[in-house]
T-cell receptor, first 112, second 116 residues
């Protein structure tokens, strides 16, 4: 059974700092890995999707990497801003129906 | 493109009543739809996977008679919470996927259910 772990559970940084969020998964037989953002009481916003054949994806200040063999992914956020404050979720797609298994999230607070 | 809607966004009901939540893919046909549940400050837990025209596949521990899922068309899936109890209060999120979109899941905005 796929298990996804995110470290740290919470992170507080001053504005402008670069930061890295970590995600690990137990079964390397995945189709893709996604990073999402969730604001309190809201739904999910997809940030980046990395296919299993890819090593990284970039969008603006965000860069996500994938090392499938070691079961790890990182989300790098450059020059953090208070508006980046949210919970970041990592999810991997595996299984016959490509079900998503989510990590427990990292709650990020960027202090002005 | 690839927009998924959910209705209602928020619902309050009394114990013992049933509540239906709709999930629609607005601009694509979804062969597969997923239903998730999220407890406060917790991550999303997959409840069931449904394919158009067939019975849903429920995850272990999810009561299929309590959480009725219908995927009658390629753009609509419904989740009915039957005989709701306060412990069913939660945030329910659906997603939709299709082979033509490389099976990427697109998420609805969620439904906040409160059972009093």
């Amino acid at each position: 059974k796929q298990e996804v772990t995110q470290i740290p559970a919470a992170l507080s940084v001053p504005e402008g700092e670069n930061l890295v969020l970590n995600c690990s998964f137990t079964d390397s037989a995945i189709y893709n890995l996604q990073w999402f953002r969730q604001d309190p009481g809201k739904g999910l916003t997809s940030l980046l999707l990395i296919q299993s054949s890819q090593r990284e994806q970039t969008s603006g200040r965000l860069n996500a990497s994938l090392d499938k063999s070691s079961g790890r992914s990182t989300l790098y956020i450059a020059a953090s801003q208070p508006g980046d404050s949210a919970t970041y979720l990592c999810a991997v797609a595996s299984g016959s129906a490509r079900q998503l298994t989510f990590g427990s999230g990292t709650q990020l607070t960027v202090l002005p | 493109g690839a927009v998924v809607s959910q209705h209602p966004s928020r619902v309050i009901c009394k114990s013992g009543t049933s509540v239906k939540i709709e999930c629609r893919s607005l601009d694509f046909q979804a062969t597969t739809m997923f239903w998730y549940r999220q407890f406060p400050k917790k991550s999303l837990m997959l409840m069931a996977t449904s394919n158009e025209g067939s019975k849903a596949t429920y995850e272990q521990g999810v009561e299929k008679d309590k959480f009725l899922i219908n995927h009658a068309s390629l753009t609509l899936s419904t989740l009915t919470v039957t005989s709701a109890h306060p412990e069913d209060s939660s945030f329910y999120i659906c997603s939709a996927a299709d082979r033509g979109l490389a099976y990427e899941q697109y998420f609805g905005p969620g439904t906040r259910l409160t059972v009093t």
